[in-house]
Each structure stands twice: as structure tokens, then as C-alpha cells.
């Protein structure tokens, strides 16, 4: 059964990178059939959608962050990774990634359950 | 911040029918679908409603999605207690290139 299972350092002082792994089962990260995305969540707020990649047709980014983001899949572990640089308090948040049928479905319709990550010194 | 505007709260007793509206514009609701997810308290979004008005696998059908030029709605009949979640509608943005945005987020409350 498909799962997807975030990675990462829980706590990133301001100012360094935030790094997360989503590690998926069951599917290939190759397949032309998905795309993979990161969506975050501060804490009692809504949903922020991060950016998406998907493996024949490159990243791309919320254009808010887009400065400061990068996404990435590392096809020997059948992962996808999220790189945040120059974080800030703003950025503390849960951390979601998830699985993004394209069109017709066009939404994400499976999700890790997300890591808490808080940016602190 | 989101661009996609939702009521804060919702509610109803037992067995009512609550109505949620998601507000855009012609960048995203209007030229794009509605997709709308489900959060239960300490748990990942779940998908709702895609393509305005389906339903994947196991989503019972008291949920229904409705979509009307730059406005879309959630509909949940026969409201149960288990419904008690928050509530987001979301859509790609044709404003900027790959923007998907999510509405602000509706609490529902069972009474």
C-alpha cells in the first residue's frame, strides 16, 4: 500500500537550511503517471502549498518562496527531498509532503503524516 | 496568505445539511477546478473532493462539491459527528506559473 514518510531534523536555527526527505513505498517516483509535492502548515494556521516536482518535467515553486526553495528526487531511494535556506521563525511549521494525481484528478490525493519542524536558536 | 476565501466556521446538529463557500477569482476558481480536503484534528489533509464535484474511493456521498463561475461550495448532508474537521478548498492559479493555492479553512463544529 502506498505510504509516504517525511524525514528530517525536527528543530533548524534561523538563519541554516531546512532539510526534509519524503521517503515513498509501493510506487516508483519515476512514474509518469505523478507528480510529488511539499505543503506546510504553522502551527494553528492553514495549509501553504510549498512546490512540486515531478521526474520528466523538473520543479516548480510557490512564487513566495521560490527563492529560498528547492525540491529534488534521488531515484535510488525513491525519494524526493525539500531544501529551505534562510529560514526565519515564519518558516516553523508541520511539514507535509504528498502525492499529486495530474489532470484530470489534478489534486494531491495521498499524504504523509507530516514532521513538525521548528526554527529556533 | 491564501487567495482562495472561506467562512471561518461552520455548524450543525446531527443529521443537518452544512454548507461551505470557497471565494476566487478568474485566475484559479474560475479557469481552474475546485479540490477540496478534509483535516481531522492532529491528522494530514485527506482528499474530498477533486475536479469540482467527485469523489475518490470511500468518501461517502453526504459530501458533494458544486462550482460556479469564481465560487465553489462544499456540501455535507446528514451531517455526523465524525465530520467535525477542518475544511479547505483549493486550486491551481493561472496567475503565476504552477501556483496552487488553498482557501483560508472552514472549522466544522458539530453541536
Known amino acids: 500500500q502506498l505510504q509516504l514518510q517525511e524525514s528530517g531534523p525536527g528543530l533548524v536555527k534561523p538563519s541554516e537550511t531546512l532539510s526534509l526527505t519524503c521517503s515513498v513505498s509501493?510506487?516508483?517516483?519515476?512514474?509518469?503517471?505523478?507528480?510529488w509535492g511539499w505543503i506546510r502548515q504553522p502551527p494553528g494556521k492553514g495549509l501553504e502549498w510549498i512546490g512540486s516536482?515531478?521526474?520528466?518535467?523538473?520543479?516548480y515553486y510557490n512564487p513566495s518562496l521560490k527563492s529560498r526553495v528547492t525540491i529534488s528526487i534521488d531515484t535510488s531511494k525513491n525519494q524526493f527531498s525539500l531544501k529551505l535556506s534562510s529560514v526565519t521563525a515564519a518558516d516553523t511549521a508541520v511539514y507535509f509532503c504528498?502525492?499529486?494525481?495530474?489532470?484530470?484528478?489534478?489534486?494531491?490525493?495521498?499524504w504523509g503524516q507530516g514532521t513538525a519542524v521548528t526554527v529556533s536558536s | 496568505q491564501s487567495v482562495l476565501t472561506q467562512p471561518p466556521s461552520a455548524s450543525g446538529t446531527p443529521g443537518q445539511r452544512v454548507t461551505i463557500s470557497c471565494s476566487g477569482s478568474?485566475?484559479?476558481?474560475?479557469?481552474?477546478?475546485v479540490n477540496w480536503y478534509q483535516q481531522l484534528p492532529g491528522t494530514a489533509p485527506k482528499l474530498l473532493i477533486y475536479?469540482?464535484?467527485q469523489r475518490p474511493s470511500g468518501v461517502p456521498d453526504r459530501f458533494s462539491g458544486s462550482k460556479s463561475g469564481t465560487s465553489a461550495s462544499l456540501a455535507i448532508s446528514g451531517l455526523q459527528s465524525e465530520d467535525e474537521a477542518d475544511y479547505y478548498c483549493?486550486?491551481?492559479?493561472?496567475?503565476?506559473?504552477?501556483?496552487?493555492?488553498f482557501g483560508t479553512g472552514t472549522k466544522v463544529t458539530v453541536l
Open positions: 504528498a502525492r499529486r494525481v495530474p489532470s484530470p484528478v489534478n489534486a494531491f490525493d495521498f
Open positions: 509501493d510506487v516508483s517516483i519515476t512514474s509518469s503517471s505523478y507528480y
Open positions: 516536482i515531478y521526474y520528466f518535467g523538473g520543479a
Open positions: 478568474s485566475s484559479n476558481i474560475g479557469s481552474n477546478t
Open positions: 475536479s469540482n464535484n
Open positions: 483549493a486550486a491551481w492559479d493561472d496567475s503565476l506559473i504552477g501556483n496552487y493555492v
